[in-house]
Every structure is written in structure tokens, then in C-alpha cells.
């Protein structure tokens, strides 16, 4: 992967831009400083947040548009928060493994746009076909193919990225990277057919691989997908504590808990090299 740009007078920054339009949802706390607004963009669910120096007057059912950039928001997920999304929160009372790791927690990321600037929309018709667009530069970090769509994840420094100090060894400040997962729907960019490659293979035309640094067009999608028990308990490196459950590989699969997650997908890709 691409050396991380120093921060500094002399940075290059990697492209990292959003416009989109739709109706406020709902609105809720976010740790302790951000504030999380849900946003239907035609039939799309986008995530907002509002960082604690981001004051604005905004309510639920208010037509905006916005302009930013995105960016990750990690956070912590505990098994007993797992079982109650998946509606299955009975299990910690029914079996003592499991209880036992209530508290038990992996590390989820939730892509967001922060608002550079967010305005009311008072005409409902200009939401008719409301804004959608993203242009992202970044390197790939990983790739996978999922049904018929692939995937690549990227890593961007923009100027919006938070700068990190240097460790006591001398090392020099760098920016906080942000990632974000880009979707080629049915394995298609631009009407061109879309190839994941192995790591370090020669620059082909449409073939991706790990380190390529691409820049993309493209809009905001929500997509929804599932993590089965079994899933939650290999990340947290914790599956062992199943081992003795009653119908354990029907209850590790058919436990099951739904998310959302916002990609991009690509209208346009220029492939660097």
C-alpha cells in the first residue's frame, strides 16, 4: 500500500468529495460527539454525521442537500448488542457460554458523510430526482467479489483526515486514513467489463489489483447484508464457546443479524499507472 502523505505544507491529497439531497429521517446521539442523521435519497438510506463543532438547526422531515466528504466512524459492538439486533437475545439467559461473553465485542466501521455544508430544500419537486454524486481517489487495500457485484476497498488521505503526531522513536505526523468500499454492479464500470487481479500483477485495462490507485465517479448506495453467530464469534476469535450447544452448527448459521452499509457505485473509473 501507499506510503501515508506526511503531513504538512507540501501534502498531496487524495480526492474525497460528496453532494447529495433527500429527507431527514431520524436524528440521534452518537458517542459523546457526534450526532447521526439518517437520510432517504430516493430509495437510498444515507448516514450524516454532525461532529460537536458542526451547529446547524436541523429537524426530522426537513428537505436538505449537502455537501462534504466521507469518511469512517469506527465502533465497538458487543455480543449482547449482536443477539439483540438479531432478535435472539434470549440465548445469553438460555445458555451460560454465551452469557458468559455478553461483554465480548468486535470492531465494526460505519461510512459516513460529514456536511461541509447542509441547506434546506424548500421546493419538494427538486427531490424528484434528488443529487447523488461521489469522486474518490484512493489506493486499493482489498478486493472480493459478493453474488455478481465486486468489491475493492480503498484508502484515502484527504485534507479533511485528522493528523496523527509522531510516536516518541522520531517518526513524523501523518493523517488519519479513511476507507470506503466501492461497488461494480454486475462486475461493470461505464459499460466495460471489470476484473479483480492477483497482488502485483502487471496494469491491464480492467484489471484491479491490491495497491492500484484508482479514481472514481459514482453514486451513494445503501446495501444490506448479513453476519450470521458464527460470523460475529470467528471475528471476535471467540468460537470455541459454542462447541457444546445443542444443534450448534444450525444455531451458529441460523442466528442472524442484519446491517446496513453505505458503498459506491462506480459510473466512471480512471485507473492510474
Known amino acids: 500500500m501507499a506510503t501515508p502523505f506526511l503531513a504538512g505544507t507540501h501534502e498531496r ?5 460528496v453532494q447529495i439531497a433527500g429527507i431527514v429521517q431520524k436524528i440521534r446521539p452518537f458517542s459523546t460527539r457526534h450526532v447521526l ?18 451547529d446547524i438547526t436541523l429537524f426530522a422531515g426537513e428537505m436538505v442537500r449537502v455537501q462534504g466528504w466521507l469518511e469512517d466512524v469506527p465502533y465497538d459492538e458487543s455480543f449482547a448488542a449482536f443477539t439483540q439486533r438479531a432478535g435472539r437475545s434470549d440465548l445469553l439467559e438460555k445458555y451460560s457460554e454465551l452469557g458468559a461473553i455478553r461483554d465480548a465485542a468486535i470492531q465494526r466501521s460505519l461510512t459516513v458523510i460529514t456536511p461541509a455544508t447542509t441547506q434546506s430544500i424548500e421546493d419538494p419537486a427538486e427531490l424528484a430526482d434528488p443529487d447523488n454524486a461521489v469522486r474518490l481517489e484512493g489506493c486499493i487495500v482489498s478486493s472480493w467479489a459478493y453474488s455478481r457485484n ?12 485528522p493528523v496523527i503526531d509522531g ?3 522520531g517518526g513524523l505526523p501523518r493523517r488519519q486514513a479513511h476507507y470506503v468500499t466501492i461497488q461494480f454492479k454486475d462486475g ?8 479483480l487481479g492477483k497482488e502485483g500483477g502487471d496494469v491491464m485495462p480492467g484489471v484491479l489489483h491490491r495497491d492500484d490507485r484508482i479514481r ?7 446495501r444490506v447484508y448479513v453476519e450470521t453467530m458464527r460470523n460475529w464469534l470467528t ?7 459454542a462447541a457444546n450447544l445443542p444443534n450448534c452448527d444450525m444455531l451458529l448459521d441460523d442466528v442472524k443479524a442484519r446491517y446496513g452499509q453505505i458503498v459506491i457505485e462506480a459510473t466512471r473509473l480512471i485507473q492510474f499507472g
Open 37 to 54: 442523521v439518517h437520510l432517504a435519497s430516493g430509495a437510498n438510506h444515507i448516514t450524516l454525521t454532525l461532529p460537536e463543532n458542526h
Open 13 to 17: 491529497f487524495d480526492m474525497n468529495t
Open 150 to 161: 465486486l468489491y475493492v476497498r480503498l484508502v484515502i488521505y484527504d485534507e479533511h483526515a
Open 188 to 195: 461493470m464500470v461505464d459499460g466495460r467489463t471489470i476484473q
Open 216 to 222: 472514481i465517479s459514482g453514486q451513494l448506495k445503501g
Open 167 to 169: 510516536d516518541s522513536r
Open 235 to 241: 471475528r471476535a476469535k471467540r468460537a470455541d464457546v
